[in-house]
Antibody, heavy 121, light 107 residues
Framework: EVQLVQSGAEVKKPGESLKISCKGSGYSFTNYWIGWVRQMPGKGLEWMGI????????RYSPSSQGHVTISADKSISTAYLQWSSLQASDTAIYYCARRYGGNDRYYFDYWGQGTLVTVSS | DIQMTQSPSSLSTSVGDRVTITCRASQSISTYLNWYQQKPGKAPKLLIY???NLQSGVPSRFSGSGSGTDFTLTISSLQPEDYATYYCQQSYINPWTFGQGTKVEIK
């Protein structure tokens, strides 16, 4: 069974750093891109970026570039999303998702349960 | 970025109703269009991929159509478990972008 299990909720202060994780199981972790999606309180879904765990090739959305870092450790089938300096506006639920790609079709077929990040002074 | 616009933003419906949600892309995306369902406190769930393909395990009352810039998600007979928010998403080019969502509520 394919599963993506994310790390638990975090409460941080502005300016602090944070790294959240997403562990894949039940499939070959290095054969699928992993994406990160943000959902701010009461709002819609925003694609932040994706990573190819095999060689850590990474693509970012323009709004995420320079503000977050996406990484992966293929030896433990885990992807990460990290901030060096959090802002209150980073308060959101963050989802990881597996990107299926093949036969000219691309979509997120499996999702993690989400990690709530709260940034408040 | 490609802009995705859904309509309506919300709708009130009754069990058994036929529901249609539309999604328009700001440029042609062929059939690189997916639909997701999200219930409160839960992760999104894939319903339809490549505009018209039903994801495994999804009930056949859900269907999708369209190509180019205009797409439709249809629920043929709404069931109680279908009350949720629905999002379209283009996967034609990075960054993938989502519609703003359509909340389906009980009348």
């Amino acid at each position: 069974e394919v599963q993506l299990v994310q790390s638990g909720a975090e409460v941080k202060k502005p300016g602090e750093s944070l790294k959240i994780s997403c562990k894949g199981s039940g499939y070959s972790f290095t054969n699928y891109w992993i994406g990160w999606v943000r959902q701010m309180p009461g709002k819609g879904l925003e694609w932040m970026g994706i990573i190819w765990p095999s060689d850590s090739d990474t693509r970012y959305s323009p709004s995420s570039q320079g503000h977050v870092t996406i990484s992966a450790d293929k030896s433990i089938s885990t992807a990460y999303l990290q901030w060096s300096s959090l802002q209150a506006s980073d308060t959101a639920i963050y989802y990881c998702a597996r990107r299926y790609g093949g036969n000219d079709r691309y979509y997120f077929d499996y999702w993690g349960q989400g990690t709530l990040v709260t940034v408040s002074s | 970025d490609i802009q995705m616009t859904q309509s309506p933003s919300s709708l009130s419906t009754s069990v058994g109703d036929r529901v249609t949600i539309t999604c328009r892309a700001s440029q042609s995306i062929s059939t690189y269009l997916n639909w997701y369902q999200q219930k409160p406190g839960k992760a999104p769930k894939l319903l339809i991929y490549a505009a018209s393909n039903l994801q495994s395990g999804v009930p056949s009352r859900f269907s999708g159509s369209g190509s180019g810039t205009d797409f439709t998600l249809t629920i043929s007979s709404l069931q109680p478990e279908d009350y949720a928010t629905y999002y379209c998403q283009q996967s034609y080019i990075n960054p993938w972008t989502f519609g703003q969502g359509t909340k389906v509520e009980i009348k």
